[in-house]
């Protein structure tokens, strides 16, 4: 069955870059949407944005300039980057994968859900 | 400030049912028929438990339902057990974008 890990740094200084990856097994990542959610510690949880495999992208507004999501299709990863961080982007950071479907009549992928999920990995923003 | 809402606990005796609400507006849950529903146990990842409002993945049992009226989606669990005991988000795409609940903690007395 499909697998997911994320793997990166678990500390990042402030203004740094954050740099995550996931790497998915059991499966192919081609066909398929996929996605980083974050969850601060004792909160709820947040979509960060999600790529196809062909490397089309769609990101949370909220996050948008400073976000970068990438895939390697040759090494079946894809990728996160978050710019600029803050205290505020301490979390737990998941990669899942996205159940959805394209719109031909509005042109327009639509997410249904996140079906698989990796463990997640903590990243602690602080000097 | 989540966009969308639900109440922070609800608490249930084993065996019976309750319902966590997800309130959101016309411009997510009100538009699209792509509500899902996780539930979170301590230190774990989400599981899906519900997906375009009322489906069951695989594996999931049918204790769990979902429904939607208007603005307002809902996730039912039936015949409640120790094991249901978790936080629960439900959460909807929203035009080009997704939103989540601020999540539910389900208390099992």
């Known amino acids: 069955q499909v697998q997911l890990q994320e793997s990166g740094p678990g500390l990042v200084k402030p203004s740094e870059t954050l740099s995550l990856t996931c790497t998915v097994s059991g499966g192919s990542i081609s066909s398929y949407y996929w996605s980083w959610i974050r969850q601060p510690p004792g909160k709820g949880l947040e979509w960060i944005g999600y790529i196809y495999y062909s490397g089309s992208t769609n990101y949370n507004p909220s996050l948008k300039s400073r976000v970068t999501i990438s895939v390697d299709t040759s090494k079946n990863q894809f990728s996160l980057k978050l710019s600029s961080v803050t205290a505020a982007d301490t979390a737990v950071y998941y990669c899942?994968?996205?159940?959805?479907?394209?719109?031909?009549?509005?042109?327009?992928?639509?997410?249904?859900?996140?079906?698989?999920w990796g463990q997640g990995t903590m990243v602690t923003v602080s000097s | 400030q989540s966009a969308l809402t639900q109440p922070a606990s609800v608490s249930g005796s084993p065996g019976q049912s309750i319902t966590i609400s997800c309130t959101g507006t016309?411009?997510?849950?009100?538009?699209?028929?792509?509500v899902s529903w996780y539930q979170q146990h301590p230190g774990k990842a989400p599981k899906l438990m519900i997906y375009?409002?009322?489906k069951r993945p695989s594996g999931v049992s049918n204790r769990f339902s979902g429904s939607k009226s208007g603005n307002t989606a809902s996730l039912t669990i039936s015949g409640l057990q120790a094991e249901d005991e978790a936080d629960y988000y439900c959460c909807s795409y929203a035009g080009s974008k997704v939103v989540f609940g601020g999540g539910t903690k389900l208390t099992v007395l």
């Open positions: 375009e409002g009322s």
């Open positions: 016309s411009s997510d849950v009100g538009s699209y028929n792509l």
């Open positions: 899942a994968r996205v159940k959805g479907y394209y719109d031909y009549i509005w042109g327009s992928y639509r997410l249904d859900a996140f079906d698989i």
